[in-house]
């Protein structure tokens, strides 16, 4: 009789063991990638400029790394996410401004930005809240697929980095394009 009862308490310990492993084994399969895009410290510290590949990041994924000791998101928009940020009208924006002046010529999937709230400096959080964007959680904004705030008590827009793009899959992030039309 015990192990009958004892059974099904194995089981679900291992189906919850495996379960684990699994986690831990996804995770450990993005640190690489992520410890590969981001520079080594003393880059970092002297605030050079740092080279991104764009290869490895899918559509719809947002990546996060460290320029100067800032978090940048980069987002591989979908089709969806530009359209989402294209249809807005400007005048409903609390800080206007167009989707196509905030990413690169020609490279419209790619969106680069400081990911540090403009209301107090918390980190938001990628593709969440009601824009599917970002969403700050300490105090509720929330930002759209072109970073744009739309709610909340943010005044501004997530700022964009200085950086250009290299070739279509790379760009370096602490310099800007030579043109002062770098963001048209
Ligand atoms: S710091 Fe982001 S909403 Fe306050």
């Known amino acids: 009789m015990t192990v009958i009862s004892a059974d099904p308490t194995r089981r679900d310990f291992l189906f919850i063991a495996t379960g684990a492993v699994g986690a831990v084994g996804a995770a450990a399969a993005l640190v ?31 990546i996060k790394v460290f320029w100067r000791g800032k978090p940048i998101f980069i987002s591989h928009r979908t089709k969806k996410e530009i359209e989402a940020a294209r249809s807005v ?11 196509d002046k905030r990413v690169k010529k020609g490279h419209d999937q790619w969106l680069v930005l400081i990911g540090i709230c403009t209301h107090l400096g918390c980190i938001p959080i990628a593709h969440q ?6 969403f700050c959680p300490c105090h509720g904004s929330q930002y759209d ?4 705030i739309r709610q909340g008590p943010a005044p501004k827009n997530l ?14 992030i602490g310099e800007e394009d030579a043109s002062p039309a770098a963001h048209a």
């Open 129 to 134: 809240g009601n824009y599917d964007g970002y």
């Open 32 to 62: 690489p990638l992520i410890a590969q895009m981001n520079p080594d410290a003393s880059t970092i510290a002297a605030g050079a400029p740092i080279e991104i590949d764009l290869g490895p990041i899918a559509e719809g994924q947002v």
């Open 145 to 148: 697929t072109s970073g744009r």
């Open 159 to 172: 700022p964009l980095p200085p950086y250009k793009f290299l070739s279509d899959s790379k760009i370096r």
């Open 89 to 99: 009208q400007l005048a409903s924006l609390p800080d206007p401004e167009a989707d």
